[in-house]
Structure formats: structure tokens, C-alpha cells
């Protein structure tokens, strides 16, 4: 079973930055795809960032050139780095992986961007 653990979540004000970390139960290696997603109150969840097992990453229009998704170690497989927040941008984010035919979610971090 793949436990994962979001942190670095917080308040933070309109153009500050903040750094998300997933923490894995099991060794995570780079031939995974990992993403991560949010969920906004009374929305869909959607998909902000995502790295393949090629490294090759994808964003969505909103986040594109303020957010960075990247790979770490086998325990901590993925960062997302976000810079330039936005209030719009304040959503509960979970960490992701493919392995195999299942996908392993987290429990979720809050992010509040707010003055």
C-alpha cells in the first residue's frame, strides 16, 4: 500500500510563494508519473502540474510560469514550487501517483492565499 503526505501548505499573501512537499510510505522512483492536483471550494478537482517518467512536465493554463513541478528523492518523489500566488489559487492540493493500473492520492495540504 503507497501512503502519501502532503506538507508546506499555509496562509499566505497575494504574490508571496510557497513550497509542497509529498512524502511517501514506499520508495517512489523517477519511473513513475506524479502530479499534483486541487480542489477549490464547490469545484471540480483539476490538475495543476504533472511529471512523466520521461521528466517531461505539464501545467495548467493558470499556473503556467508561477508554478514548478519537480522530482526529489525516493521517499519524497515530488515538490511543487509556487511562486506569484494568487487568491485564486487557494485550494486544498494532493499529491499523486501512477503505478501500475492504480492511482495513489493524498490526504491533501490547504493552501490559503489571502491578504
Known amino acids: 500500500q503507497v501512503r502519501l503526505v502532503e506538507s508546506g501548505g499555509g496562509l499566505v499573501q497575494p504574490g508571496g510563494s510557497l513550497r509542497l512537499s509529498c512524502a511517501a510510505s514506499v520508495s517512489i522512483f523517477g519511473i513513475y508519473p506524479m502530479g499534483w492536483y486541487r480542489q477549490a471550494p464547490g469545484k471540480q478537482r483539476e490538475l495543476v502540474a504533472g511529471i512523466a517518467s520521461s521528466g517531461n512536465t505539464n501545467y495548467a493554463d493558470s499556473v503556467t510560469g508561477r508554478f514548478t513541478i519537480s522530482r526529489g528523492n525516493a521517499k519524497n518523489p515530488v515538490y511543487l514550487q509556487m511562486n506569484r500566488l494568487k487568491p485564486e489559487d487557494t485550494a486544498v492540493y494532493y499529491c499523486?501517483?501512477?503505478?501500475?493500473?492504480?492511482?495513489?492520492w493524498g490526504q491533501g495540504t490547504q493552501v490559503t492565499v489571502s491578504s
Open positions: 499523486t501517483v501512477v503505478i501500475g493500473s492504480s492511482t495513489y
